[in-house]
């Protein structure tokens, strides 16, 4: 990348104070930033960093007492992702056609632009949209189908007869469609598995982490509905449906035939029970275990999750729970006298 | 798949009511059924979920008085398993022979029936036993040894020297054999690594999740017992054994050389320190971190876990904390005066 | 493996009794081992079980009255270690040379003595050092770059432009640079993804256990500083830095852009928010949450993480809350009479 600050304002908007000319080949934040790079100043929490970097030039909130050419805009931040977004753009990795050792099974549909990485198997019956993107040692089960302009990381494991919708991204080492957990004892000795014969359904626009599980349905689909962004180490159990733009944070679980609402946010480990409903918005703090319904746009904290406001008097009152304890003991001695 | 209602039938057993005739094409949940699937009625709390299914069949305790065909059994949720273990073994997906691309390398067994995907490496020296089904892109190291009638997913990672028994399930991206983590302050600068010179033995009908680890012994073996279920993302450590028949929901963790005896169940997120034991038919509640060894039957939760009557005390108790809080102050503001 | 024993006296050190002609096969603990094997007595409390050994040889701390040859030595338990060393040396599994399914692409370099396993994947600009052996179905992004005398096994993911140290171990199914999880709410209907331009540079000596993740930063690296010892199922968010010789249990996580110190040690299953700094040497107990800067130095526990103290002594109270209940509400009857 190479590009004068002229043109960077070109892409980000916002009024260039200081040398167009100044040449911009990379980015950084601005501790780490070197010579060349673009940093931006979120706001004047940042001032003091802001004289101390060696970043060639900053987007910034407002023109800063600084020997440094600077883009200044109203938001920084996100003129900044702006910028990142054409740094990706450029740095993009794009994988031209099908790798000599992938391998194709009969009945596949590749659409058109459709790059396979080394060692990639697509196995028989699946379909691959146009402009999907799959890296190397990576396998499709039989009969899956994969959007258009998907991004689908080395070593990923999709079984069979998942549908995948367009613009999703899957990280490394993720796993789509194994089997649910589901058995019968049979009251005697042995655990009967229950044959998991439904399917994984996930929508548009959606992220899922590196390490993450969705597990196929026993019967109908699990379903991860449009915009999910996913963590790592997540999971789904089967028959659970995520709605449309959940957030969820590593190592959240979610349990079988769980429902969650739209836009609800699970933070880091969280875990939810199955059988039950989060409703839209609910947000629910890290490290939870939610065991009972969550109405909408609750928040909830704590193990088990109560509501947050409540979770918090609790935790107060917990710290000074050994001092309660010895004046307690104090009081009964003299009620005793 | 097509049959008629009247070969499900004889399938599942039970009385048909209506046209034995009637096709059908697929499965499904009450909800979710399509035309052409069977779905069944649990009990009579789900009649109103029956009324208004698309399902062209049903499974039922009695006759519901219903415009549906119907097969009335005693246990309706069996039956259908017991027909889903039909529709599982059509919808069985064999790999029939050594895929091209496989790597066989010297001195390999394979038994009579044996399928290998694309990409398989079956190391040196290593065995698969007869009609074992392996998937793409998964690793079989060095001398190890795979029973009889195995599945293992794609781009599962095994290691070298592991024992693997009959019938043994493995989903996509599970470790097996990793080091086990075992580390040696030097006292001054470094922690040396404590080789992992032992090995995993897997037994009879196991079945393991996807994305779970199970680490090589330092010396000796890892052992996990016949008919062990373990769900996604669980973690045994090295020398663990876990016992016949055991139960580990999704994320449960055993640290090293700690025992569970036969038919334990740990919940969801449970984590059991190292060396301790846990005994036959306890059941440990998911999110608990044991510290110490459990008795052989016993109920346990919470962290640190407790006895199950114990702990709902103390959880009870603790929503009320605040109130005895304001209520103490109360009585200590009176008692000083 | 066939040695005399005064041959692993030469190995490991320490005064030997009994007959040096036995012949040492292989090495066991005391319990499990079998004739032929070396074991160990760490302690008096282990004299017991040295009773009733199948061992041929044993190390142990002073001489036992007991009919099998003995090395005395001041500490069993490293100088077993040291043998083991030896034993894992012989042991060492060496792939040798280039697989021919092996894919090396454009403008890679490979050191003397690099060993690719099957359907390895080196993607185009990767440099791989001297003596480093990569296990089969391991793929390496574009560009990245892995030192000299590294182990990386089977099924792992390292993505693009990552920097890798020397003698580094990497186990299976872990994932190295995928994307942070950065998003930024576009105020109306959808989450931006914020590009992570960044990447994920891992300094000497480190082990990373099976199924981790480490994601690269949104800008600079994520950083893994020498001699990092990390278990099974750890993450680290983008932009974290984990100081020297610092230990993570299994499951442990640290959250974006959160620095660790020198020589922290997390316990199994802590997570560790983001944002924040945890002192040198401080120790973070199993199953704890931290919300909050550690100090140096000190030791935290719980959710969310407090002094260890008192922590413990919160605990302690919490066992005795349903009493504490029931004797206040009894006071405050008799307070209202």
């Known amino acids: ?48 960093e802001a004289h101390l970097t060696s970043a060639s030039a900053l987007v910034t909130p407002e023109k800063i007492d600084l020997p440094k050419p600077q883009i200044v805009t109203e938001n920084p931040y996100e003129a900044f992702i702006r910028f990142l977004q054409r740094v990706a753009e450029e740095k993009k990795l794009v994988i031209e056609g099908v790798h000599r050792t992938a391998v194709v099974e009969e009945g596949v549909k590749l659409g ?20 999907t993107i799959i890296y190397p040692n990576t396998t499709i089960g039989l009969g899956s189908r994969i959007g ?5 990381y080395s070593n990923v494991s999709i079984r069979e007869q998942v549908r995948i919708g367009d613009r999703v991204i899957i990280h490394g080492c993720t796993v ?29 626009d959606v992220e899922i982490g590196a390490c993450c599980t969705i597990d196929r349905a026993a019967l109908d689909a699990t379903w991860i509905q449009r915009g999910v962004k996913m963590d790592n180490h997540c999971h789904i159990g089967h028959n659970a449906v995520i709605g449309e733009r959940c957030i969820l944070v590593a190592y959240a679980k979610v349990g079988g035939s769980t429902i969650l609402g739209r836009r609800v946010v699970l933070g880091e480990d969280v875990g939810v029970t199955n059988n039950i409903t989060i409703g839209d918005r609910a947000r629910i703090g890290g490290g939870s275990r939610v065991y009972r319904s969550v109405p909408a746009g609750a928040r909830f904290w704590g193990s088990p999750a109560k509501h947050l406001a409540e979770e918090k008097r609790v935790q107060a009152s917990l710290r000074k729970l050994p001092w309660l304890r010895k004046k307690l003991v104090e009081l009964l001695k003299k009620s005793d006298q």
């Not at 469609?177 to 359904?201: C, H, M, S, Y």
């Open 1 to 48: 990348m190479e590009l004068f600050l002229r043109e960077v304002r070109e892409i980000i908007g916002g009024v260039l104070h200081g040398d167009g000319d100044t040449r911009i080949t990379g980015v950084g934040g601005l501790r780490h930033a070197r010579e060349g790079d673009l940093a931006f100043v979120k706001d004047f929490k940042y001032y003091p």
């Open 112 to 131: 058109p632009g459709v790059g396979l990485g080394a060692h990639v198997v697509i196995s028989a019956g699946a379909a691959i949209g146009a402009g």
């Open 148 to 152: 258009d302009e998907c991004v689908i």
């Open 176 to 204: 789509i469609g194994a089997d649910g957990f589901g058995f019968l004892w049979d009251g005697e000795e042995e655990n009967i598995k229950i044959p998991q014969v439904g399917t994984v359904r996930i929508d548009d």
